[in-house]
């Protein structure tokens, strides 16, 4: 999973770190095209990984059937969400709410021990970042070969190549859009019009406009979207401890920097174990030096770790130059059974206490959901009238839920008025699986019953045939005329 | 820049705006112009979101507009004497 043909790394002593310099200060528009190296090691294998996990997820999901229909589907034009077993309404959005606190407190909980985790692994504009470079490796070489491709005039060899490079992005953009409305549209639906081409103009819409997103972000756009457009790389800093876990070069033990031969011991020299290589510069995807110290457009990728532990290996020296520790641990001197016992402090107790309440909550919200759901409107249109037979009646409309997969048939009762029935009623509705069914009821009395002109509380039952269990007691008034 | 502070958070707020709106109305029951709207669902859906968007970014322009400080605004008058 790494990228198998990256170069061995060279040690170029003294190249200086000049052009991150540069780039700092500068406006958006005129910002120095990041040239990224690629890299392997364990927190690239790791992302690695997560972009497999992730998209295969994503790519996947759509294609998945259950129950014979997508497994996955955010229907819009039904205004229900299938997610496996369940089916969602819009009167579920309960659910959607917890579900995104449950987001924001994990996003807390994870951000307050290990720092950006979720950026430098898991985030779409890293996952997709990641397979553009990939692509723009395999195509253009590594970074110092792309450098100069871009430095070199237009040539047939240099528009072969970046037409390639372009037309394969474009590929990977297009079939991510596809996929992302394959999840609000049916797939088969949308592979239906494919070989046609007669997808609906929307849905073509939402392919190329989420494509276009997709390529732009991935391909063009790349870190600055983290650095200028990120709402969360702004505001990250605020759960960020001295406990907190981030990526750090250690500036005690790496300073005073400079190139040196091979395993020559740098206190012989005057010098710390930084040998100034610049690598951990190259190979970051935001073009920041960590050495400066922690800063917002890290997205704590761990790349510079990866690259650095390669030199220290190469210099025979050890490891963790630069590593994940904290504020607290890299002052105080502190190993890693220092750090683990400082994770739990109030800070990602609370987070964690709050994010555990949520997800319990959660689950038992999922659980306890009624697979029958009753709205009674009376109708307002007509209040009551006398009907034939001496016999006063209202009128109601039911919206009788059935939330599960299967057809079921209830039954329908009312009660509260003496001799109160429903007229032209066989007393049973059949539902089909997850939908809704109205249903129109004229509720009788006769004329003597109750005071004239008062309002009276009546119920009605609905009950599953099935299963006495899924039953529903919905309130609703009488009116009797004066 | 000034364009992707004017079209990029508007877009974030679009997006939550449009999530909120059609949870809760069902785009089958909105009236335009005094008719019921016959569009297909996913048509509505879309000319919400970029009704939306249209909306929050004029939002963000007239944000970006009056941050101009107010040297700004005197200096370019006396260039313009």
Redesign the interface.
């Known amino acids: 999973m790494n990228h198998p043909d990256s170069q061995p790394i060279k040690l170029v002593p003294s190249q200086k770190a000049a052009e991150t310099a540069e780039q700092e200060g500068s406006?958006?528009?005129s910002r120095k095209k990041v040239y990224v190296r690629s890299i392997s090691g364990v927190f690239a294998n790791w992302r690695w990984i997560l972009v497999w996990v992730t998209q295969l997820l994503f790519y996947g999901l759509p294609w998945l059937q259950w129950n014979g229909r997508q497994a996955v589907l955010f229907h819009?034009?039904e205004?229900k969400f299938y997610i496996f077993g369940w089916v969602f309404w819009?009167q579920d959005?309960f659910f959607?709410a917890i579900l995104l606190i449950i987001s924001a407190y994990a996003l807390f909980f994870f951000t307050a021990i290990a720092g950006r985790l979720w950026c430098g692994y898991a985030c779409p504009q890293t996952v997709y970042t990641e397979i553009f470079l990939w692509i723009e490796e395999k195509i253009e070489g590594d970074r110092n070969k792309r450098m100069k491709l871009d430095k070199a005039p237009m040539s047939g060899r240099k528009f072969g190549l970046k037409a390639a490079k372009h037309t394969a992005w474009a590929v990977v953009a297009l079939w991510t859009g596809f996929t992302f409305v394959a999840y609000?549209?049916p797939l088969k639906e949308l592979l239906g019009s494919f070989v046609p081409f007669a997808f609906?103009s929307?849905?073509i819409?939402?392919i190329l406009f989420y494509g276009a997103f997709t390529y732009f972000f991935a391909g063009i756009m790349r870190e600055q979207v983290c650095k200028?457009?990120c709402?969360y790389a702004r505001f990250q800093g605020v759960m960020f401890d001295p406990d907190t876990l981030i990526i750090t070069y250690d500036e005690e033990r790496g300073e005073p920097r400079g190139s040196r031969k091979k395993g020559v011991d740098p206190a012989s020299v005057g010098k710390g174990d930084c040998i100034d290589c610049s690598l951990c510069v190259q190979v970051c995807p935001t073009g920041i030096d960590i050495r400066k110290g922690l800063q917002y457009e890290c997205i704590g990728c761990a790349a510079c770790i990866d690259a650095c532990d390669e030199v220290m290996d190469k210099m025979n020296y050890p490891r963790g130059l630069i590593r994940y520790s904290t504020e607290n641990a890299l002052k105080k001197h502190w190993g890693r059974k220092e750090i683990v016992g400082h994770v739990m402090r109030p800070r990602t107790l609370i987070y964690g206490g709050i994010l555990a309440l949520v997800c319990m909550a959660f689950v038992w919200g999922l659980a306890t959901r009624e697979p029958l759901r009753v709205d009674v409107i009376r109708d307002r249109a007509t209040l009551s009238r006398e009907v034939a037979g001496g016999l006063i009646e209202n009128v109601y409309q039911l919206q009788i839920m059935n939330m599960t997969e299967a057809p079921r048939s209830f039954e329908v009762s009312v009660s509260g008025l003496d001799g109160i029935r429903i007229a032209d009623f066989g007393g049973q509705v059949e539902v089909p699986s997850a939908s809704m069914h109205a249903l129109t009821l004229q509720v009788r009395v006769p004329v003597d019953t109750g005071e004239p002109g008062s309002s009276n509380v009546i119920h009605f039952d609905i009950k599953a045939k099935d299963d006495t269990s899924v039953a529903v007691h919905e309130a609703s008034t009488f009116l009797l005329p004066r | 820049?000034k364009q992707?502070l004017v079209l990029?958070p508007s877009f974030?707020v679009a997006g939550i705006a449009e999530m909120v709106f059609f949870?809760?109305v069902?785009p089958q029951q909105l009236f335009l112009f005094g008719k019921p709207v016959d569009f297909?669902?996913?048509?509505t859906?879309?000319i919400g979101f970029f009704g939306f968007w249209l909306v929050c970014a004029a939002s963000s322009l007239l944000t970006v507009f009056f941050q101009r400080p107010g040297e700004d605004i005197n200096r370019a008058g006396r260039a313009g004497n």
């Not at chain 2, 297909?40 to 048509?43: E, G, L, V």
């Open positions: 406006l958006y528009e819009l034009v205004r819009p959005v959607l609000f549209t609906g929307w849905e819409f939402w200028y457009m709402p | 820049m992707i990029w974030l949870t809760v069902d297909s669902p996913i048509a859906y879309s």
